[in-house]
């Protein structure tokens, strides 16, 4: 089975791809479904997904952040199938240790909004930051090293879109948040932008295909 608000955030990132690039990434919808509802174990799905973005090389920019959707369906849906202390089993330590280097920080965001969702919260990035992240806690200095781009420029919550754009472009290329930084700031400043504010968040774009995906991936994930 697919979460349906999965379902719904591939659908969303696979049109903003297509509006923003020269690529038909619709077209694959049928096949990122058949993956994602599979009933095969999760790591045989990782497989499947991976053997899709290599035949398809053309949308390769979306391949982590749809790893990162198919980690939140299987804690939506594929869980639902195994023993209720699954996550605490060394079969999934397993599965941790295997994928270490997988995915992005939007698996965060979306564990962020579920949680908002369930406590009929407002995303804020405030409370992202040190009410989901602790990024203030002394045991989460990981977590305060991953953003701290983010945690320095907090302030453009408020700023126009055009100068997070600014803002990104001096992210260093090492960061782990790089790539999200630019869809993650616009996001958090409207978690629910009008047609007209999504085009002036395109225009002012680092890179419009993977940045409109991503942010229209937080949009349905939100709704």
């Known amino acids: 089975m697919t979460d349906q608000k999965v379902s ?15 690529t038909n990434a619709v077209a694959l919808k049928p096949d990122f479904e058949a993956v994602f509802s599979s009933d095969a174990d999760f790591m045989t799905k990782v497989d499947l997904l991976d053997n899709l973005f290599n035949d398809n090389p053309q949308v390769e920019e979306l ?10 369906n299987f804690f939506s849906e594929d869980v639902k199938k195994l ?24 698996l965060n965001l979306l ?13 804020e990035l405030e409370d992202y930051l040190k009410e989901f992240l602790l990024v203030d806690e002394d045991e989460f200095q990981d977590e305060h090293r991953i953003y701290e781009p983010v945690i320095a420029h907090q302030i453009l919550v408020e700023s ?3 100068e997070v754009n ?12 790089k790539e999200l930084f630019y869809p993650m700031i616009t996001f958090f400043q409207n978690p629910e932008p009008s047609e007209e504010e999504k ?8 890179n419009q295909p993977f940045d409109m995906a991503v942010l229209e991936i937080l949009v349905s994930f939100n709704n």
Not at 8 to 22: E, G, H, M, P, R
């Open 160 to 162: 126009p879109v055009s």
């Open 63 to 72: 391949r982590e952040v749809f790893f990162d959707l198919l980690m939140i």
């Open 83 to 106: 023993e209720d202390d699954y996550l605490e089993t060394p079969e999934w330590e397993d599965i941790e240790e295997q994928t270490l280097d997988r995915g992005t920080e939007l």
């Open 166 to 177: 600014k803002i990104a472009a001096t992210v260093p290329d090492d960061s782990e948040v």
């Open 111 to 123: 564990l962020y909004l579920n949680e908002c969702s369930d406590e009929g919260l407002e995303p």
């Open 199 to 206: 085009e002036e968040i395109a225009d002012n774009a680092v």
């Open 8 to 22: 719904n955030a591939i659908n969303a990132a696979l049109q903003a791809f297509t509006k923003y690039s020269d």
